[in-house]
Each structure stands twice: as structure tokens, then as C-alpha cells.
């Protein structure tokens, strides 16, 4: 039998609380009277804690349950419930519970999400979430889920696990597909529910997923953002003006009779500076082409991660930077590892000259200086721009491979081409892909360049079949002419065959070699292996062949199954069934 009552808890004294003294049955107990935070006087007997202090003891206003659950442990669970009759029903409800599971009427499996559905559905997600974290998934990642889930938390107006239903989560898809939310988005805010649902049947707070019928929208058939690869000639162009553009810029002048002539005049450390930043964007383009990088992880490596020490250069990606969370060795062409190198020693003499200043600026006279110190390891090895995808666009303007466009009276960038495809930062590493396959490498080796999952991503996705040559590719592909090569008619083979010879010039045409010698030679066996079906193109007289299975100079005379009349079919002679002599 279960029971119910009000939990007694001793607490501190409050501070300025007021003693009294009163009669009970028991004798005199003395009492404690304070006002709470909100100015509600509060009153409570004093009891003697176990280290000799002084404690009120509160008794709680609502009831608590204690009964045995299905396992045999005791539980207390607090009913919420204010009255003793309310409370005696939630005892009840949970017995009842209890009775369900060890009669079999239901599993232990779904009792347990019997706890997890009266929770509030937020607590739910700031536990999955939480759970994100602890795997170190990417803090943009986690930001988009968080985003993603409250949004159409609100819109459904799910409240606990209970509301969970496929239905309306296809219905809402269905809505924002017909306002015009691209396929991609939709399946993302699909992908992220679905996850959260794994989870929750993982952590028995669900029984299954409701969601893993919900449709994906098909991205093919609604692609928004097609990306495309450049060409070898708009790489050139575009690292060029990536390099020049933020001299020439600053030396263009804005207003007056001169305006847009490269005539400012600049003073040695802007020019200096400008300099060296069109270098650093050039090279933070060409990173990105040759090595496939994305550009949080290019943003992430610090001189560190630059070994060139070693018979190969590379750059060493650390997992907790990477997409798949891997950690990676990223190998590097000669001519970039020799940029890096060049670029790590500008940065090196830059981090002297600031420690020389700071030096100077702190020594006193006659006082030996500290030497330099190293540059430190972190580095980071390239200044990657919070805004390269704005710098990007403009850089394509400069190069020809983009126009300012007005739309609704804006102006924009248009970088689409006549099929539609754009570019951006990310197609820079689809140019490392379609680079790859244009230079005839191997597609497992691409896939491993491209650090895929799947080879399809590598070559459906990663790969512009518009840069491959496949013309030159059909080259390789055999001549086939129309018409027969011409045959001459020699002499008859020994075996007795009316009218036909191998071709003696060219064996190697027809798929085998002479074996017909001249009168008054010696013949070896004839193999019935041996395919002559190709050497009936161009012999119309050829129709029937019986072929002996001894050799010539052992002539016996031949049965009539040794001499039959055996039809030639396309892949050469039927085998003698019997060499017996008649």
C-alpha cells in the first residue's frame, strides 16, 4: 500500500527573523517569525540541527506519493496536489501504473516515457543540445539547430513530447515550400527534428520517431544556389586582381576632375600595407583552389599547422576544426608550400620589428636588450576576413567574371552564369574538384583529395563536367570503319577445307594466327580451341568447315561423325565429337 504526506525541512535561520514562544501539546516550542522576499510574513517552529544550530522547520504545502514502483523500489513522488483527496487519486494513478507493468500489459519501455511526456518540450531540446555540445559539435551548427528547432516549436505549438506528429511537420514543410523556401532549407529544418528524435528514442524519452516518414524535398528539382568552377584562365585573372586591387583602389580618386584615375598619392607604409594585403588575399584564394580547404578550417590554421620541414609539405587540420571531425594531413603542391614559406617569413620579420619597437620603447640606455623572441606557434597563418564572400564578389567585378546589376532599384553583384551557376567562396573548392578529374586523377584518389564520404559527392557535386575534355577523352575510344578490308584467296588448308585460307600478312587482324602449312609440310594439331569465327567476315563461300582432331601426317581414314558437315557459328568451330576409325 502506498501513502501520501507533506515533506518536513529544516533551513537556516532567515535573516532578521523574530523568536516567540507558544504552547502545544507536547510543551512550549519556540518560533520564528520573518517576511520572505515578496514582504509575505512567514512563520515556523525552531528545531536543534545535528551540528547544534539552530534550523525553522518548513513543512511543505503540497503532497507527496510513496508506493512501489514495477521493479520493487520504493519511490517519492511529489503530486503537486495541495489536498489529500488529489493526492490519494495521483497515488492511485500510480500504482495503477505499476500494476500494468508487472501484469505485462505494458512494457517496461514504454513506462519509462511515461515520465518523459508531461515534461516541458524545451527542457527536452536544451538537453539535446546540451548533449550537441558535449560531443564538440560546431558552435555554428548547434546555433542553426537551436534556430531551426524553436522556430517550428512555436509555429506548431508543440508543448511536450506528446505533440510530437509527423503530420504537422509535413504540413509545415508543405506551407513554407509553397511561400517559396528553397528544397535545401526545408530538408535542413527536416534533418534537424529528425535528429532530435533519434535522440530522443536513444534516451528512452520517446518510443520511435514520428518524423522518419516525413518526405525530404527533392533538391535536384529545386536547386537554388548551382555552383560552378572556374577555368584556368579566370583563376589567373582573379588571383591578379586580388593582388592589385586594394593599391589600385586606394589610389583611385573619388571626386574632382580626375575622378577614377589611379593618381592619389600615398605615403611608403600604406603602400606597403595595401601591398601586402593583396598578397595575403591572393594567397588565401589560391589556398583554397589548390588544397580543397573550406574556410572556416583555412581561417583555423596557425603557423603551427605549417610543416615544410618534412619531404612533403602539408598542412595538419586539427579535428576539432574539421567538418567530419577527423583531423586531417592536407599535402601541398611545390609552388604553394614555397608561397607559404615566403609568406611565414613576412610575417616572421613583421612580428621582430614589432618586438624590436616594444624593446626599444621599454630599455633603458647601456642596458643589455632581450633577444627577439620566436614567432609563437599560434599564429594564425593566414588573416581570413569574416566578410571574403563580399570581398570575393567585388574581386570577380574586377576580373570580368561578374556585373553590377540594379534589382528593384538596388544595387547587386550578378555572378550567375548562362546556366544559371554562381560562384562563391565555397565553388573555389569545387574548382579543387573539377581540377582534379580534368587532370585525369583517379577517382578514389579525388575522393581522398576532397576528404569525401562518398565518391558520388565527389564526382556528381565537386566535379564540372563542363571543364572536362570530353572530347578529347572520345579519342581514345577505337576506329571502327564501315567497311570490310579486302582478303586474298590462297591455298586451300591441308585438313581438306573447300576454298579458304587464313589471311598469312596480317595475321594479327583477325584474332589468331596461320595455321595452315603448305603441300608436303608437317600440320601440328589443330586445337579446337582456337577461334575462327572472325575470319568468316568478307568469305561468303565459307559455309560449312569439318575440322579432324589428329594431326596430317597421321591420315587415317575418317568416320562420318569425324567428317560431318558442321555449321560455323560466331564464335568459331564445334569440336569433333569422336575420332574413332570406320
Known amino acids: 500500500m502506498g501513502s501520501i504526506y507533506r515533506k518536513r525541512v529544516t533551513k537556516p535561520l532567515p535573516m532578521g527573523a523574530e ?114 555540445t558535449a560531443k564538440q559539435v560546431s558552435k555554428a551548427r548547434i546555433k542553426n539547430n537551436r534556430s531551426q528547432l524553436s522556430r517550428i516549436q512555436a509555429e506548431c505549438d508543440w508543448k511536450s513530447l506528446a505533440d510530437l ?60 544556389r548551382k555552383r560552378r568552377s572556374l577555368t584556368e584562365q579566370e583563376l589567373i585573372r582573379l588571383l591578379e586582381v586580388a593582388r592589385t586591387r586594394p593599391l589600385n583602389e586606394a589610389k583611385t580618386v573619388r571626386r574632382g576632375k580626375r575622378i577614377g584615375k589611379t593618381l592619389a598619392n600615398l605615403s611608403d607604409s600604406s603602400r606597403i600595407r595595401l601591398e601586402r594585403l593583396g598578397r595575403e588575399r591572393a594567397l588565401i584564394y589560391k589556398t583554397l583552389v589548390l588544397t580543397g580547404l573550406r574556410k572556416g578550417e583555412l581561417a583555423s590554421l596557425t603557423v603551427g599547422q605549417l610543416h615544410l620541414d618534412t619531404g612533403l609539405p602539408y598542412l595538419e587540420l586539427s579535428a576539432a576544426d574539421e567538418k567530419n571531425r577527423n583531423g586531417s594531413q592536407i599535402p601541398l603542391r611545390e609552388d604553394l608550400a614555397a608561397d607559404l614559406a615566403s609568406w611565414v617569413q613576412e610575417l616572421r620579420e613583421k612580428h621582430e620589428q614589432k618586438a624590436n619597437r616594444a624593446k626599444n620603447a621599454n630599455c633603458l640606455p647601456f642596458q643589455p636588450t632581450p633577444p627577439i623572441s620566436e614567432l609563437p606557434a599560434n599564429t594564425p597563418l593566414l588573416n581570413v576576413p569574416a566578410g571574403l564572400v563580399r570581398i570575393l564578389d567585388r574581386d570577380l567585378v574586377a576580373a570580368g567574371l561578374a556585373r553590377w546589376v540594379k534589382i528593384n532599384g538596388k544595387r547587386s553583384i550578378d555572378k550567375r552564369d548562362e546556366r544559371g551557376r554562381t560562384i562563391d567562396v565555397h565553388a573555389l573548392r569545387h574548382t579543387f574538384g573539377t581540377l582534379l578529374s580534368k587532370g585525369g586523377v583517379a577517382p578514389r584518389t579525388a575522393q581522398a583529395a576532397m576528404r569525401h564520404s562518398s565518391i558520388d559527392l565527389t564526382m556528381n557535386v565537386y566535379t564540372d563536367p563542363k571543364l572536362l575534355d570530353v572530347q578529347g577523352a572520345l579519342d581514345a575510344l577505337p576506329a571502327l570503319p ?26 594479327s587482324k583477325f584474332g589468331c594466327t596461320p595455321v595452315a602449312p603448305t603441300a608436303g609440310q608437317m600440320s601440328p594439331k589443330l586445337s579446337p580451341a582456337v577461334n575462327l569465327g572472325s575470319l568468316t567476315a568478307g568469305n561468303e563461300n565459307l559455309t560449312d568447315i569439318a575440322v579432324s582432331g589428329i594431326t596430317v601426317n597421321e591420315i587415317r581414314p575418317l568416320s562420318h561423325t569425324d567428317n560431318g558437315r558442321h555449321k560455323v557459328g560466331a564464335t568459331g568451330f564445334e569440336p569433333a565429337t569422336s575420332t574413332s576409325r570406320t
Not at 535528429?195 to 529545386?222: G, Y
Not at 564501315?482 to 596480317?506: K, M, W
Request: hydrophobic residues 35%; proline residues 6%.
Open 19 to 132: 523568536f516567540s514562544f507558544r504552547k502545544t501539546r507536547k510543551g512550549t516550542e519556540k518560533v520564528a517569525r520573518w517576511k520572505n522576499s515578496k514582504g509575505k510574513p512567514c512563520s515556523a517552529p525552531v528545531q536543534i540541527g545535528k551540528d547544534g544550530s539552530e534550523r525553522v522547520l518548513l513543512i511543505s504545502s503540497t503532497y507527496t506519493a510513496k508506493y512501489r514502483d514495477a521493479q520493487g523500489t520504493i519511490r517519492e513522488v511529489p503530486t503537486g496536489c495541495r489536498t489529500e483527496e488529489a493526492a490519494r487519486a495521483v497515488l492511485a494513478q500510480l500504482q495503477e501504473r505499476a500494476d500494468r507493468v508487472r501484469s505485462g500489459l505494458r512494457s517496461r519501455a514504454e513506462d519509462a516515457v511515461v515520465d518523459h511526456l508531461a515534461v516541458p518540450l524545451q527542457a527536452h531540446l536544451d538537453s539535446y543540445l546540451a548533449h550537441q
Open 165 to 224: 506528429k509527423g503530420t504537422d511537420l509535413e504540413r509545415w514543410l508543405t506551407t513554407q515550400r509553397t511561400s517559396g523556401m528553397g528544397a535545401a532549407t526545408l530538408n535542413g529544418y527536416r534533418e534537424a527534428w529528425v535528429a532530435f528524435a533519434n535522440w530522443a528514442v536513444l534516451e528512452s524519452r520517446l518510443l520511435s520517431n514520428p518524423f522518419t516518414r516525413v518526405p525530404k524535398a527533392d533538391v535536384k528539382a529545386d536547386p537554388r
Open 482 to 507: 564501315l567497311t570490310s578490308p579486302p582478303v586474298q584467296q590462297n591455298q586451300n588448308l591441308a585438313t581438306g577445307t573447300d576454298g579458304f585460307t587464313p589471311h598469312s600478312e596480317h595475321p
